[in-house]
């Protein structure tokens, strides 16, 4: 089955500062959505995203599906931002794969 | 417009015993799905659902089973409770995971149900 990598697994960022989050994938995709996982574990979608760039606020997300990965870029973080990244694909097979997440922690 | 619902949101069990999940949308989604999360990992796929009536196995189906009855109910069963299925249970909902338009792919999720097998 396709497999997703996520990298950074672990991030600290002043706030303020900037991040760009990788997610690699091993299959061509139909679908690639990011999701924010807050402290109280609630899932949040951020982007869906099989290929292209897509800005919201602060967040945006660039898709290069012919290479394979896909970037999550935070400007100007908060500590709202905190929580845990995941990027999940599918590729027609009906099986949404997860990747396994980048710990964001942004102190004040 | 509730988007997803889940029931409940915690549980407790004991080993051996029976429970149902029940997830709701109200977006007239075709496909509906149940994911596992068990701590520091990404959502793992139990069973999935393509429309009113159908079931099929995901990633990790042993365990559970589900039905789809009507078409905005999605429920998961446990038949007999273990300590290896105590994990936070999400459900999600799609328009069409072939659907017509880019949008149509994309997955909204519940709030999760927090469940621990004694």
């Known amino acids: 089955g396709i497999q997703v990598e996520q990298s950074p697994p672990d991030l600290i960022l002043q706030e303020g500062a900037n991040s760009t989050l990788r997610c690699n994938f091993s299959?061509?995709?139909?679908?690639l959505q990011w999701f924010h996982q807050n402290p109280w574990g609630q899932l949040i979608n951020l982007f869906y995203i099989p290929s292209g760039t897509k800005q919201n606020g602060r967040l945006s997300a660039t898709t290069v599906a012919t290479e394979r990965y896909s970037l999550l870029y935070i400007s100007s973080s908060q500590t709202t931002d905190s929580g845990v990244y995941f990027c999940a694909v599918d590729n027609y097979g009906q099986n949404f794969v997860f990747g396994p997440g980048t710990r964001l922690s942004v102190l004040p | 417009n509730a988007g997803v619902t889940q029931t409940p949101k915690f549980r407790v069990l004991k080993t051996g015993q029976s429970m149902t999940l029940l997830c709701a949308q109200d977006?007239?989604?075709?496909?509906m799905y149940w994911y596992r999360q068990d701590p520091g990992m990404g959502l793992r796929l139990i069973h999935y659902s393509v429309g009113e009536g159908t079931t099929a196995k995901g990633e990790v189906p042993d365990g559970y089973n589900v039905s789809r009855l009507k078409k905005q109910n999605f429920l998961l069963g446990l038949e007999s409770a273990a300590p290896s299925q105590t994990s936070v249970y999400f459900c999600?909902?799609?328009?069409?995971?072939f659907g017509e338009g880019q949008d149509s792919y994309e997955q909204y999720f519940g709030p999760g149900t927090r469940l621990t097998v004694t």
């Open positions: 299959d061509s995709v139909n679908n």
């Open positions: 999600a909902s799609s328009y069409s995971a």
């Open positions: 977006m007239n989604h075709e496909y």
